[in-house]
């Protein structure tokens, strides 16, 4: 393999783990947004993930061991083996979440969730996580820097629910156990936008150098 | 320049003002960017002497062309490394520089190469080659004893004090890291050193003649990688006082030891830049295509 191929082989790989991400993502919310008894759909696991993970970092490693890579070469290596960690750790969060959710399950109630707001907040992060993928595989610096920008949207959006389950526990329309829970999900949500934002920063990274606002080479 | 471009020169600027409105601050991150770009920030603030100016240069072999419009300046104590496929015109240009050309038949120069600002035409060659050295990519010390080897060129400049060539010889060798090598054999043949051991006394042999500039043209390309480290680091020694050109076909080489980076092809000169930049951001497709092996 050229190089040239051995980064389309990275490309493709991280491709790979977004989509399995991506899927193993909207099991866990439907899992969790659904009110009745349904089972999760756990065809999809975080092993899989891994194993993608191992081989970009494998091959990342490999290229840099054996070829003397610079400029635009060097930044594609450099990057993605930093973004691959955030898809990694979205696939974990995927999971957190669906654990969080058999645990809420288990308190057999969900009359304290307000469905509205928290399916807003996880259609916001999912959109920034797709966009993060699309400005990624599309070398579209223009989007990557649009998902970086909704970082306190998400932010807003997460302190207010937040705020909102403390008065419900305080008013006692919901358990200490639920809440705990509940404000888990919630954190694990704002921890997937962050790492969206994060694949985002590296793109740009990966296009001319910078990362966030110090130029790094 | 493009978006892109205008972009991260933006950041740099705007790192660049917040470095120095934090001057002093301790609570600061301790590297804002890497130090290659911290490096390159104090280069544009500080003016460079100019030590070689090329303008419009031409070089001719009868009636092949070998270099063409060259423009380019030298900076002193700096490592200038001259990169490019093989035949592009490095070994030519170089040579330009010490007037070496001057002794091959049919070779014909114009336009300008100044040094201090002066034409070198104007300096006499044997003058100019006492202030610009050149060390070669096969070691080719001459057949006789280390130390003869250092006196050597001072000895044929009229120089005859005893004291003060014993001093030069043990000075110019530490100089070229040699020294404790070889301090108890410097009466035997210079031909008996290893051959790390024979480019570090072509080194130390050519900082004797207490040059201002040396030219170096592939000078580890027949040495393994531990000579080659100890030569590389001998250069980053070197160019405290010296002015350091050197051609070399190892980029990591380049990378390592140079502070900026010429580019050739088909004897011109496609792109100068701070190394740095030029390995991380060439500005032409051309060197963007060799330094990433895509070039053919
Ligand atoms: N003495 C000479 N007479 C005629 N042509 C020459 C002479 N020396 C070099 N050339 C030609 O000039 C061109 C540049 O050669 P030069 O030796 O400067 O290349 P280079 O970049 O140093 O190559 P390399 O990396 O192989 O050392 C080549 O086409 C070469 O054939
Ligand atoms: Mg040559």
Not at chain 1, 132 to 137: L, S
Not at chain 2, 1 to 17: C, H, I, S, V, Y
Request: hydrophobic share 40%; glycine share 6%.
């Amino acid at each position: 393999m050229n190089l040239d191929q051995e980064l389309k082989f990275i490309g493709d790989e991280l491709e790979k783990m977004f989509s399995l991400t991506r899927e193993f993502l909207r099991r866990s919310l439907v899992y969790y947004l659904s009110d009745g008894s349904e089972r999760f759909d756990a065809r999809i696991d975080d092993a899989m993930v891994n194993a993608c993970e191992r081989n970009v970092e494998a091959w990342c490693l490999s290229i840099l061991l054996r070829e003397k890579v610079y400029a635009a070469d060097l930044r594609r290596v450099t990057g993605c083996l930093k973004l691959v960690t955030d898809i990694e750790r979205i696939g974990d969060h995927a999971r957190d979440i669906k654990d969080a959710t058999e645990k809420l399950k288990s308190l057999g109630t969900s009359q304290g969730l307000d469905r509205a707001a928290t399916q807003a907040l996880v259609d916001f992060v999912l959109r920034m996580y797709d966009d993060a993928v699309r400005g990624f595989v599309r070398y579209d610096v223009a989007l990557a820097e649009e998902v970086a920008s909704h970082d306190n949207e998400v932010d807003e959006m997460y302190e207010k629910l937040l705020a909102d389950l403390i008065a419900k526990t305080k008013d006692g329309v919901v358990s200490a156990e639920y809440a705990i829970y509940t404000s888990l999900v919630y954190k694990y949500l704002e921890r997937i936008a962050d790492h969206a934002v994060n694949i985002a920063e590296w793109t740009v990274f990966i296009k001319n150098g910078f990362h966030k606002d110090t130029v790094i080479i | 320049m493009n978006e892109q471009e205008e972009k991260r020169q933006a950041r740099l600027r705007a790192m660049r003002e917040a470095d120095s409105r934090a001057d002093g601050d301790i609570g600061r991150p301790a590297v804002v960017g890497a130090p290659a770009v911290a490096e390159q920030e104090r280069r544009e603030e500080v003016p460079e002497e100019v030590v070689f100016e090329a303008s419009h240069l031409n070089l001719y072999y009868g009636n092949t062309q070998a270099l063409h419009d060259i423009n380019m300046k030298i900076y002193r104590n700096k490592v200038t490394a001259f990169i490019g496929p093989s035949g592009c015109g490095k070994s030519t240009f170089l040579r330009c520089f010490d007037r070496m050309n001057d002794l091959i038949d049919g070779c014909r120069v114009t336009g300008e190469l100044r040094y201090g600002g002066v034409d070198i035409n104007t300096i006499n060659p044997i003058l100019l080659r006492s202030r610009v050295g050149m060390v070669f990519q096969q070691p080719n010390p001459f057949p006789m004893s280390i130390r003869d080897n250092i006196t050597y060129g001072p000895r044929c400049q009229g120089i005859k004090d005893r004291k003060y060539l014993r001093q030069l010889v043990v000075d110019s060798l530490n100089e070229g890291a040699l020294y404790s090598e070889v301090k108890d054999r410097l009466r035997s043949s210079a031909l008996a050193l290893s051959g790390g051991q024979q480019q570090r006394l072509c080194i130390a042999r050519c900082v004797a003649m207490k040059p201002d500039v040396i030219l170096m043209d592939e000078p580890t390309s027949a040495l393994d990688p531990i000579a080659t480290k100890r030569i590389e680091e001998l250069i980053q020694k070197l160019k405290e006082k010296y002015t350091i050109i050197i051609v070399t076909h190892n980029m990591q080489q380049a990378t390592r030891v140079s502070d900026y980076t010429a580019f050739f092809m088909l004897g011109k000169l496609v792109e100068f830049a701070p190394t740095s930049e030029f390995f991380s951001h060439p500005k032409e497709k051309a060197s963007e295509d060799y330094i990433t092996g895509r070039f053919s």
